[in-house]
Structure formats: C-alpha cells, structure tokens
C-alpha cells in the first residue's frame, strides 16, 4: 500500500492530467474528483453541485442537500496544489467557514434575486432559500475541502446551534482522503457503539461469523442520522420512497401497529469487519456497519420519525449481522447475501452490475490492446479501465521505480478510463442528455441497466470493436468539454451539461443520417478531426444558448436540464451541418466490422474456457464428480456430462476439446453457485 506522501503526490499529479485533458482549472478539477469521492463514501449525495460564488464575506463552490435527512451542505476548498504536504492553518478554515456561513445568511434574505437567473450561483441560491422557505433544513453542514493536512491545532469542530438549524463544521483534508483510498471496504472506517443481545450462529473457527440480533426504531435512526447513505455503501439499491407497495406498508405499520413491526418485516441483513462483545455476550461495538439488505426498511423508519414525526420507540426490527473475518472477500460476500436476501422488492440484474463480466471483459481488452502511436512517439500505450476505485494507483503500489516509470508511460493518466466516466459518455451518446445532467450516479444506473440488457441478449456484445468505439467516445467527450470551456461565448456555467446535450445532439444527427459515425477514424489518430471539432463547435453554440433559457415554469436551468423535455426542446434545434464522407461509415461496413469482432470475441472466449478447465485441479473434479454423481446438486446431468467429469477427474483426459470444456466448465460454475467449496 502507498504512503500518504505516495498517495498526495499521485492525487496532484492525477489532478493536473484530469485538467490538462478536460481543459479545465485545475482547483476546479479537484473540487469535482474530491466531491465524487464523498458522493463514493456516503458524506455527499448523488445530487450535490457545483456552483461557485465568490464576493466579499462569502465564498462558495457547491452545494449538496439531503431531502431525506433535510440537510444542506454548502462546500469550500483551498487547493494548495504544491509537490510537497502543505498545512491548512486554523485562521484559513475559520475564514472559509465564515465564508460558507455568510452565504447561508444571504441565501435566506433572498440573495438570489440580485443574482443572473442564467448563473449556477442563482441556481444554488434559488433552491437553498425555497428550502429554508419551507423549512426543510435542520442542518447546514460547513465543509472544507483541501488537498493539505488540517492543522494539528484542530482537535475539535463543535456545532452549534443559530436559530433554530444546527451547523455541523469538516474538513476533508489529505489524510481523510487517504483514508478513504486505504479502505479496503471501500468506504472510510466508523464505529458504532451499540448495546444490544445477541446470538451466536456459528463457530469463531469459520470463515464468518453470524449473530441474530433485535435493534430498536430508535436506535436504527439515531445510526443513520449520524451515517446517512455510507451505511448502504455496498447496498445495491437505493430507498424507493413510499412509492411502492412494500413501502406503503411499512409506513402503514409504523403508524398504526407499531408493535407488530417485528412479525410484519423481514428485517435488515448487515455486515461488519468486526463487533466487540461485553463480557455477558452483548455486542457493544460494530465496526464498518453496512446494510446489505433492509435499506428502505432502515429509511421507512427514518422517514416516519424525521418527516412525519411519528414515534418508533415501540419498532423493533430483526437483524443478521455477518462479520468478514478475511477482509478480502469482503466484496464477494456481501455480493452473495444481497442477491440471495433481497426479495421484499423486484431486483433487476442490473443492481448487480458491479459483479457484471462486463467489467472483465473491458479490463481485458484495456490490458491487451494497445492504442495507436501518434504524434511521432514510438511508444504504445494503453486505456486503463479502471474497474475498482484506486486501483490506477495499487497497480503502482509495490512497483520499483524503474518498473513504475515503465507502467506510467504505457498507462498514462490522461489515459484513465473509471467506470463513471464511460457511463456519462455511453448515456450521452445513446440520447439521454437529461439522465446524465442528473448526475453520475443516475448515469451509472441507466448505463447498468441498458448493458445489462445487452449481455442477457448475447454475451459477445463486449467486444473489442466495442471497447475501441468506447474509448473514442471518451475522446470525444473529453474534446468537447475542452473546447466549451475556451469558447468566446461561453459564459461559465452548466458546461457539464452543454456536453452531453452537444453529444447526444451529434449522435441523433449521425442517426438521423442512417449512417455511422467513424469512430476507427478517431481510434487511428486518437484525436477528433478538425472538420468534426467545426461542427462540434457550432452544435455546442446552440445547445449552450437553448439549454440556458428555460421556459416559465422551471426555476432554473440546472432543474431544467434534468427534464426530458429539455432534450425534446434541443433536438428541435435547426443546425444545418455538413459531415465530409470520411466521418461516415456505411452500415453495412459497420455491421460487417460488428460480426467480425464477435467472432473474434467467440475464439478467444473458448479459448479462455479451455485454460480455466486445465488449471482446475484434480482434487476439485473428483469433489464435482462425488457431488453430481450422488445427485447432492440441484441439476440434474445427462450421462455424457457425467461421463466427461468422471474422465476429467480420473485425469483420463489430459487436454479437452473445447466442447468438453465448455461443459466442464458450466458444471463447475454451477455446483459452486450452489455453494460447493472449490477453489
């Protein structure tokens, strides 16, 4: 693992490639990534903002708030952007806390009126003073982001209360930063103390270790009003508000048979990497509390108590909790209980999608396909796909300083692909602009669901044609963004959105045109044509001067860019381009390129099936073979199936065909599906 000195020289370095490649300041660069990496850890939601302000006695850069929790963040950094640590003094947080605090008073005089009704700052200022109107903030988190260390000075931030709202006061600095990379869990380190009976499942010899458990109404709001959404970090669904049955349920029960929640529910499945136990037995200490399975159980409740002001004290809800011993199969683990435990709503596979082949297949092709050498270099590079957070970084961990010079110029950082960004770039260029202006969790989503749809249909949809076209469309999303942030008549504001609109906006003209956009083009020159760049720029024009005029009715463009009737207002747009005949291809070129890759794609896939079934060892077919033959399995085989696994496992056969891998390889998948322990 890197040391902090590792990891701060890295982050720097990681923000002056993401701005240089965006074309972006670089202080506005680490805002984005610092607030994304909170959105990561549960400290942000999925809606927060950017927006920057700055005028005498206030300075802001965006804002967060949480509808459930009722709290507004607003947020500040100090970017010091320097080799070497630097330190944020207390005089400089006690300036940008009274800053963020100064706005707030403002936002709730009115301050938006005097602002340009086209800005983000309106924006922001708008939707925090209609909150207050309303009276839906209880809280107002202060926080200050740095890529420094927070003065050893700052022992405590206390809160403290201004008619009637709390402010809460955190620094996120280098060290908290860290911390979040460090975890191997994928979410910063917390304890929650508890006093609760339990019982004991299973023996402390086993690789996890289960209690059944009961956890109060109370106690389960006091957790996540303390925690919010970092208690569901590995969760796969999101609360459904009231809107479905179940949830009307749930309410329904709080409020009137308070008292028979614990036969009605089904109750939460948890994790942990740890509890501490009281010498009777109790568990007083539950380290990295995560919910699994119960998350609109845990958010019904707390609905019901924060928003409806009814009483859970007489609530009590049944709890699993598993406790990892093995920290790496953390992952794995908690991935099998959600999918086997969550059944009180539909679950689609895309919920899934983390645990989706089509990560490995993008991983493979990253590592395995070299990108054109352009610009006269006679080095080739690679695309990394980064499949998990950090991992960019722990790939460079434990490298010698000769080995990781080597690894950095065959995988630059401008080179970095992170499976948020390609779901923007997917989402905008399938025509859904106003799902990607909702951020990147909602992008993720769509993304999840539309791929997952295509592999169900066939499962040689990822292929290298595929993964080629992908990149190209990073390219141009990246070229985009670069060339609206240098526009003359850019005036600052709603870029983000004005690229996926252009985007979208190019792909529904190549549709249009029954034609394909070339993307072996911008593959070969890893660049976007000149005569591409022109028409980009003129779409870019008017998709920024349509966007940032929305019709009576909506209060500001960042609502109104999130509205599928924005993207049917940009599509009317009348832009009279031209696109020269190398920018096309033919459909039947394309479909042509299409069926080749697949087939490509479908030699290598048997030949991966072969290797996987000769590294297998011989212990483990005998065990498949002792499994299938008793019939302790689920599935029931045909004689040629069993016959082939008795060869395999009386090493009869040295090498399979790659039809008898194939069928070795679905029974050793199968059985250990259905729990066999294989390796």
């Not at 607030?35 to 927006?51: F, I, M, R």
């Not at 493979?364 to 998990?388: C, K, L, M």
Request: aromatic share 12%.
């Amino acid at each position: 693992m890197s040391s902090l000195v590792d990891f701060h020289e890295d982050f720097i370095q990681s923000i002056l490639s993401d701005a240089e490649s965006r074309g972006i300041m670089k202080p506005e660069s680490f805002f984005e990534i610092v607030c994304q990496e909170l959105v990561n850890v549960g400290d942000l939601t999925s809606d927060y903002s950017s927006a920057e302000y700055i005028k005498r006695g206030m300075e802001v850069y965006g804002y967060d708030y949480d509808s459930e929790r009722k709290i507004l963040t607003l947020l500040s950094h100090h970017f010091f952007q320097e080799e070497v640590l630097q330190t944020l003094t207390l005089g400089q947080i006690e300036t940008k806390f009274n800053r963020l605090k100064g706005f707030f008073t403002k936002c709730s005089e009115g301050f938006y009126n005097t602002l340009e009704e086209t800005s983000e700052a309106f924006s922001m200022a708008y939707n925090i003073y209609k909150h207050i109107e309303k009276g839906n903030i209880t809280k107002v988190k202060l926080m200050v982001l740095t890529d420094g260390r927070a003065s050893r000075n700052l022992t405590e931030l206390p809160s403290e209360i201004i008619k009637s709202i709390q402010y809460e006061y955190r620094v996120i600095d280098i060290e908290y930063l860290y911390k979040i990379y460090e975890s191997s869990s994928k979410t910063a380190e917390f304890d929650i103390d508890v006093n609760m009976k339990c019982l004991q499942v299973n023996d402390e010899n086993d690789s996890y270790q289960s209690y059944l458990s009961v956890i109060s109404g109370d106690l389960l709001v006091q957790i996540y009003e303390a925690h919010g959404q970092r208690l569901f970090e590995q969760n796969v669904r999101t609360f459904l508000q009231f809107r479905g049955n179940v949830n009307k349920g749930l309410k329904n029960t709080i409020e009137w048979k308070p008292e028979m929640f614990f036969a009605y529910n089904n109750g939460i499945t948890a994790t942990a990497t740890s509890v501490d136990l009281d010498l009777d037995g109790n568990i007083k200490k539950i380290k990295n509390f995560q919910i699994v399975n119960g998350g609109q159980t845990t958010s019904a409740i707390y609905a019901a108590k924060k928003n409806s002001n009814l009483s859970v004290s007489k609530i009590a809800v049944q709890m699993k909790l598993s406790v990892v011993k093995r920290q790496e199969q953390q992952d794995e683990f908690v991935s099998k209980v959600a999918e086997y435990a969550n059944t009180q709503n539909k679950i689609n596979n895309s919920d899934f999608f983390s645990n989706s082949p089509f990560h490995k297949d993008m991983k493979d092709y990253a590592n395995r396909i070299f990108a054109p050498a352009v610009g006269g270099s006679q080095r080739r590079t690679h695309w990394f796909y980064e499949r998990v957070r950090g991992e960019y970084l722990n790939s460079q961990a434990y490298l010698r300083p000769d080995e990781k010079r080597k690894f950095l110029l065959e995988n630059p950082k401008a080179q970095v692909i992170d499976k948020t960004l390609l779901s923007k770039t997917e989402i905008a260029w399938g025509l859904r602009p106003d799902i990607v202006s909702k951020g990147a969790q909602e992008s993720f989503k769509k993304f999840a669901e539309e791929i997952t749809d295509t592999l169900e249909k066939d499962d040689l949809a990822i292929t290298e044609s595929y993964f080629k076209d992908a990149v190209c469309r990073v390219i141009l999303f990246r070229e985009v963004e670069k060339m609206i942030t240098r526009a003359s008549w850019y005036d600052g504001g709603f870029r983000a959105q004005t690229v996926a609109y252009t985007i979208a906006y190019l792909s529904a003209l190549v549709k249009h045109s029954t034609w394909h956009l070339n993307f072996n083009l911008i593959w070969e020159t890893q660049a976007i044509p000149e005569n591409l760049k022109s028409i980009l720029e003129v779409i870019a024009e008017n998709v920024y001067q349509k966007i940032t005029r929305p019709p009576s009715g909506y209060a500001n463009v960042s609502q109104w860019t999130k509205n599928a009737g924005c993207w049917d207002k940009v599509k009317d747009i009348d832009i009279d381009v031209e696109f020269s005949p190398e920018l096309l291809t033919a459909p039947q070129e394309r479909q042509y390129i299409k069926k080749e890759s697949k087939q490509v794609k479908s030699v290598d896939k048997g030949i991966d099936v072969q290797i996987f079934v000769v590294n297998v060892n011989t212990d483990d077919w005998i065990r498949l073979f002792d499994y299938y033959n008793s019939f302790k399995s689920n599935t029931i085989i045909n004689p040629t199936q069993l016959e082939i696994l008795r060869k395999m496992s009386c090493r009869s056969i040295t090498l399979p065909s790659e039809k008898q891998s194939k069928i070795l390889y679905d029974l050793y998948v199968n059985a250990k599906k259905e729990g066999l322990a294989v390796s």
